[in-house]
């Protein structure tokens, strides 16, 4: 079964700290694994989208790195800030229109 | 530019009531893509349009819930005698398909919450 685990569920973190966001899939076959940014009340936007061959991409203070045989990803942010507080979505694209979601990590910065 | 809107923002009815959600994607865009997102869910496929091509149904939960799509843009979404499960956040979301990988654009959302 095509699935999309993201971890931890939920992280508190102080502002100007690092931290890192895991996703783990097993989705076949794959086309790309993209990460995005889901603010409250708010759609999705795409922060990254990275591709078999590709393993990092960065996006100003976030990077995202691709291990194609693990099948794991992480979503790394750089001295966060309190608009980084938001839900982020992995999502692995497989085939043309099929996207298979994970549940997400709920990230608050605290001042 | 003009991103995807969606309206309502929400909406709140009563059990058994029709309901329809409106989609208008990005001028150009030909693929357009319905999702539910549920409290702690991720988001579920429900249904996909490509310019004139026959829309791919198969996430769509029950015989209550149809879409349709007019002139290759505006998009509705019709959930027939809403039972409370139907309780979620509606997305909406289009992308060219040309360059692939295709970035997908989402809508705000409907909020619909059955009573």
């Known amino acids: 079964k095509n699935q999309v685990e993201q971890s931890p569920q939920s992280l508190i973190i102080l502002e100007g700290k690092n931290c890192t966001l895991q996703?783990?899939?097993?989705?076949?076959?794959?086309?790309?694994l993209r990460w995005y940014k889901q603010d409250t009340g708010r759609g999705p936007v795409s922060l990254t989208i990275m591709t078999f061959s590709e393993n990092t991409k960065s996006n100003g203070r976030y990077t995202a790195t691709l291990d194609a045989d693990t099948k794991q990803s992480s979503l790394h942010i750089t001295a966060s800030q309190l608009s980084d507080s938001a839900s982020y979505i992995c999502v692995v694209n497989s085939g043309t229109y099929k996207y298979i979601f994970g549940t997400g990590t709920r990230l608050k910065v605290l001042a | 530019g003009a991103g995807v809107s969606q309206s309502p923002s929400n909406k709140v009815t009563e059990k058994g009531k029709d309901v329809e959600l409106r989609c208008d994607p990005i001028s150009g865009h030909t693929a357009l893509y319905w999702y539910r997102q549920s409290l702690g869910q991720g988001l579920e496929f429900l249904i996909y349009?490509?310019?004139?091509?026959?829309?791919?149904k198969s996430g769509l939960p029950s015989d209550r819930f149809s879409a349709e799509r007019t002139g290759g843009s505006v998009s509705t979404l019709t959930i027939q005698r809403t039972q409370q499960e139907d309780s979620a956040v509606y997305l909406c979301a289009s992308s060219t398909t040309s360059g692939s990988p295709y970035e997908q654009y989402f809508g705000p959302g409907t909020r619909l919450t059955v009573t």
């Open positions: 996703c783990n899939y097993t989705v076949s076959p794959f086309s790309n």
């Open positions: 349009f490509q310019g004139n091509s026959a829309p791919d």
